[in-house]
């Protein structure tokens, strides 16, 4: 009798199993979802080409990233883990209050959440700051020869200028974080203009609550925020600007924030508006000069400014640095831009061009 349960069981949950595949084919128009998660699925042809060693995992994935149901049931347990538990899915993510969401972790994150608490432990010692700031003005000094100007842009995370929507769990320690320290010690150590708007971005989130600068859900900051960091340069490059209250902000439309699908919280919190401020192209006369970008995503905002004020730019990710431009920079300006949870990549780029 026992064994015959058993056999029962066994046939009912691979039925089950089965018409769930039949079901969701049938209606499989209706069901099928897009997929929000930042990575490649695992597909049929992976399987079949897998080598004998890896054929019992990629299999494995396979049934799980096909599974009939998947994103419903993904979903479901992500809205039940944020709504009842106030968690994440996801170990990049940190919800935060008011549906504002905020990054945890990451493979090139230098530990956001501690640099956001201030925590000394991870600041930088006086080493390290002399030989970075050695090696950014043999990098400025190289790149003049050829005519060029280096300004270094670090860009701000959204932790602090919207502190009062993280967690309670994560106090501020120290108001002088890591970033702080850097851009204060290559500001007064070397001739390199290093832009770093943190106080300015802060003081314009508290000033006006509703116009925001930074996605709720994103990691970045839109286009009214980009351009209130943007301009800093400009300023050091003795270029004229508005104050960040007088540029008109107009809505363009929605998005899903980055922070949103990869914890599968895009049906949970609501698409953000994204924005644009009209007629900008027209509030100062272009400049002749050619303008290089080598940065991380942050700087993909600003480029529509630059673009409107310049003859030329051009945008380049911050891992294909290679340390040779400095033979041929190619432009009138390059704008180095790191956001501060890079700062261990800026110091890797500068390695390049320290005193042996």
């Known amino acids: 009798m026992k064994k015959f ?41 992976q399987v079949l080409q897998s080598p004998l060693r890896e054929l019992s995992r990629n299999l494995d994935n396979f049934f799980v990233d096909n599974s009939p149901f998947r994103y ?10 944020y709504k009842l538990f106030g968690t994440s899915q996801s170990d990049q993510v940190l919800p935060g209050k ?36 050695a090696a950014l003005q ?37 108001e002088e974080n890591r970033t702080d320290r850097m851009a204060a010690y290559l500001q007064s150590h070397t001739t390199v203009p290093v832009v770093w708007r943190y106080e300015t971005l802060r003081s314009q989130a508290r000033l006006d ?23 800093g340069i400009f300023e050091a490059l ?24 990869v914890a599968a919280l895009y049906a949970v919190l609501p698409p953000e508006p ?22 991380d995503s942050f700087s993909e905002y600003y480029m529509p400014y630059l673009e409107a004020r310049f003859a030329a730019c051009w945008n380049e990710h911050i891992d294909t640095f290679d340390p040779a431009l400095v033979n041929d920079p190619s432009c009138d300006i390059l704008i180095l831009e790191f956001n501060e949870r890079s700062l261990d990549t800026m110091l890797r780029i500068l390695e390049n061009f320290a005193a042996g």
């Open 5 to 45: 349960a058993q056999r029962l069981l066994l046939l009912l949950f691979c039925g089950v199993l089965g018409l769930s595949f039949v079901v969701f084919n049938v209606f499989s128009k209706q069901l099928s979802m897009d997929s929000h998660e930042n990575r490649l699925m695992t597909g049929l042809p």
């Open 238 to 261: 003795g270029l004229p600007t508005l104050p960040p209250e007088q540029y008109p902000v107009q809505q363009t439309g929605t998005t899903t924030g980055d922070m949103a699908n």
């Open 274 to 295: 994204t924005y644009a401020v009209p007629g900008y192209a027209l509030l100062f006369e272009k400049d002749d000069r050619v303008v290089r970008v080598i940065g």
């Open 98 to 133: 008011d549906g504002w969401l905020f990054y945890k972790d990451g493979p090139t994150a230098a530990q956001p959440v501690a640099n956001y608490q201030g925590l000394p432990g991870i600041n930088d010692s006086e080493e390290t700051l002399a030989r970075a700031s």
């Open 72 to 81: 419903q049931f993904v979903l479901l347990n992500a809205s039940i883990d």
């Open 209 to 231: 609550p509703e116009r925001l600068l930074y996605y709720k859900t994103d990691t970045h900051w839109n286009a009214l925020g980009a351009l209130i960091g943007l301009d």
């Open 138 to 174: 043999n990098l400025s000094n190289d790149l003049a020869e050829h005519g060029c100007t280096l300004v270094v842009d670090f860009t701000p995370s959204k932790d602090r200028i919207y502190r009062e929507y993280m967690p309670d769990g994560y106090p501020i320690v120290e």
